[in-house]
């Protein structure tokens, strides 16, 4: 199955069942195995504060179909609670938003679909009233894939988060700072009460200690 002859359709915040009908695409593999994966965004579709933005190819879903449906997971962004093993878990707002990973299976990538899943994601005005943040470690990168330098490679990522109004911040978290590849980036919603606001600049310039979250 390739991008080029496959319709692909892009659903913002399915539900838990939907999404553990799908079937994961085989290289979706850059954070985990595709099960493993699917897996947990299931957990994040599963938690009233989390969003899972999905793109998949293949048979729509039916009513009564099998167990698994024709659909194959191809692409996806969850959003949810910042990781708790982190720094930015000490969140004391309780609101604010991790965009925690963006992934499209390498042969559907190039087509635009990562700008179509972060655009279905902060449509409707979902995310105006908080901070939504990502942090983005080389280590996530497909350099091999993609044939980009990591600097190269953060700079696409860059556009590609621009695309949605998030923009890049200083920060001194060590586990960013410890590349210059890594970097920061948040959209601070129009509506973000100025204490959500507050609370995101004081993680972001607070004492951060290493750590390795999954992604
Ligand atoms: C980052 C990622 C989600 C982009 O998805 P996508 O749907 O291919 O996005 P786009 O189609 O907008 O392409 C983005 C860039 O990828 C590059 N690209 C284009 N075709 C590509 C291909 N076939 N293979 C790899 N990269 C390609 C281009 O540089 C393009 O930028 P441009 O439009 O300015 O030329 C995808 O590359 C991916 O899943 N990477 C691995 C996981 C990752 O890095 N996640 C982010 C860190 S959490």
Redesign the pocket.
């Known amino acids: 199955m390739d991008a080029a002859d496959e319709a692909v359709r892009i659903a913002a915040c399915v539900r838990a069942a939907e999404l553990a009908r799908l079937r994961p695409h085989a290289g979706l593999d ?1 954070f985990r195995t595709p099960e493993q994966q699917l897996a947990a965004l299931v957990d994040i579709a599963a938690d009233p504060k989390g969003c899972v933005v999905v793109a998949t190819a293949g048979a729509p879903v039916v009513a009564g179909a099998p167990a698994t449906s024709g659909e194959t997971l191809v ?1 996806y962004v969850a959003f949810h609670p910042p990781t708790e093993i982190e720094s930015w878990g000490a969140d004391r707002t309780g609101e604010l938003v991790e965009l925690g ?4 299976t ?1 042969a ?8 179509r899943l972060l655009e279905a994601g902060f449509a409707d005005g979902r995310f105006d009233g908080t901070v939504v943040f990502a942090t ?1 470690y080389v280590w ?3 350099l091999q ?2 044939g ?1 330098t990591d600097l190269a490679y953060r700079r ?2 860059e ?2 988060y621009r695309s949605v109004a998030m923009e890049s911040f200083a920060t001194s978290d060590e586990e960013v700072r410890s590349s210059a590849a890594n970097a920061l980036m948040a959209r601070i919603g129009t509506r973000a009460p100025e204490r959500v606001v507050a609370e995101f600049h004081r993680l972001r310039m607070g004492t951060h200690g290493p750590s390795r979250a999954p ?1």
Not at 101 to 104: K, P
Not at 108 to 115: E, L, N, Q, S
């Open positions: 850059r692409g990973a963006i992934e499209v390498p559907f990538r190039g087509h635009r679909i990562a700008p983005l996530h990168y497909d894939a993609s980009m696409m990522l556009n590609l992604w």
